[in-house]
């Protein structure tokens, strides 16, 4: 690889916050991810950068692909990839464009996606979500916050994933399984197999915060095209 | 990235027709591909002209690798890939070069690739199919036409996958299971789940067609060596 | 692709031994391979060589990423990949470089990790592993001598995978399943489904030898942190 660029943390980046995952004094990375705006780009990512929103604070890893176009018989739009803050994108990650003007494909802030994760077209991701290796998620789908898909899991197009939910290694969401707030879902159909009590303790969600989330799912269910 | 070449839709392009689900007219695609012999690689994709046979029409994605040696112990040959037209494959696919010199690696027509899957040695894939994402298919299997293999799924070596068939999110096809044509097969092990009712509607296959595809599949199953 | 370099099979590798299921004598493999200290690096791989110490004769394949930072709240270390021989690397595979300084990141020899599998950070791999396409192993696990991962399989953090393992397609290696030597594990979750007959026998291992790996395999269960 050519060292194209040689980050100064002391400077540029100074009051910029990227992800606690990733290591910002690592050697690797401050001479192969290049800065722009506020964010740190590999320079083998590709970013179709007429298309992207982006916020500040993100990292976009080797050969991730975003804002390119979806493999899409349906539709054909002119929206965008909007990116929040804080995101940590690694290695081969693609984000497609929307099929839908209005909207956009979504994604918050503070997410980790792993390795051959994949965010299809008009999806919307909240904060504080990991998606491991390999982890799929399909159209229109929506994450809520605080969501973690495990290994080679995969979420059905137009699926609603609640809030502080974990889908185990391997799993697939499919239409018929609803993925409230607040549980653990495994096995190929997905069954809800108990509270996530560790996740809703490490971010100290109240009964009450649960319940909330809950009635807005339940609304979002309701409103919206979700299954 | 660089711009290496901006495709010219109205002249060179104008008489080859790609598949429905690629998006010409996007200025990502027509800046980032370049065009060969009426089809549009991407300027990252490694493709192995010397091993590759390939029509028209067809699209080549990011990051992709087509025609390179497959890991492989038991033999090397000097057979090629075989592509025919309108197949749209995404970032990060596979195609792998046969293991025998008599037939080779064969993708048909209109096929959709999406990201990362996986094509391996001595497979043939028939017409107007879908692999999702992350799904991949090992050595000398046999794909029928219009099939879907949903985002993580599997498919045994030296199995065939009959016509019209649908294959669920996460699903393993291993040794002994038969797929039959026009089925929904889903599970770990997978098991048959019922008719493709919506995929042979679809496709306005008749009951007559469905039982002379049935007869096809039996005498490849008999005569070639398919589990 | 520029061909920057052709490698000299007769001359430069004369006497270096590579992994039998690669294809030395591939004009594709030869001309897009650089031979550095005696292994031969893909154009395209990304290798943080001040983080990867590696034997001889070994492949790292088109797009693949070697000794990167993993995405990892909990630490960083300066701690290193290291890499034994003969051990053929296909395309998009991920090793990242370990959380802890003592061990590292541990990959042996004459492994075959095929495209897009994944080796988190601080995990130990034997010899003779495959690992087929999509395979992930999360962080600080250990496979022991010739398992193999087929298609779409996850091993859990922490895992122990005892020798002449077969982890089976779509499988979801989790916590509470011990997987022993010389065993077949399918499903999600996976269960036992028998002693992997062929792979014993292949491999030529007594009763004796599987005796002792067992031993060893229960008292690395209880002295070190595995699960």
């Known amino acids: 690889m050519n060292h194209l660029y040689k980050i100064n943390t002391n400077t540029s980046l100074k009051n910029i916050k990227f992800n606690d995952a990733f290591n910002i004094h690592s050697s690797y990375n401050l001479e192969n991810y290049i800065e722009i705006s506020g964010n740190l780009i590999h320079i083998t990512a590709i970013v179709n950068w007429e298309r992207v929103e982006i916020g500040q604070g993100n990292v976009i890893g080797p050969y991730s692909c975003i804002g390119t176009e979806s493999p899409n018989i349906s539709n054909f739009s002119n929206g965008n990839v909007k990116i929040g803050n804080q995101n940590l994108i690694c290695e081969y990650v693609t984000i497609h464009l929307p099929t839908n003007d209005k909207l956009g494909t979504i994604i918050g802030s503070n997410n980790i996606l792993m390795s051959s994760s994949h965010i299809a077209h008009d999806c919307i991701l909240g904060n504080d979500i990991v998606l491991c290796n390999n982890s799929a998620v399909a159209g229109h789908s929506r994450i809520m916050d605080c969501v973690t898909l495990a290994l080679n899991s995969s979420i059905h197009q137009f699926k609603l994933i609640g809030s502080w939910s974990m889908i185990g290694m391997n799993t697939c969401i499919n239409k018929s399984i609803i993925v409230e707030p607040g549980n653990i879902y495994f096995g190929v159909p997905a069954k809800k197999i108990g509270k996530n009590i560790i996740g809703l303790r490490r971010k100290k969600i109240t009964k009450e915060q649960l ?17």
Do not use: A, D, M, P
């Not at 319940?211 to 299954?227: A, D, K, P």
């Open 211 to 227: 319940n909330n989330e809950l009635q807005l799912f339940n609304t979002l269910i309701s409103n919206e095209n979700y299954l």
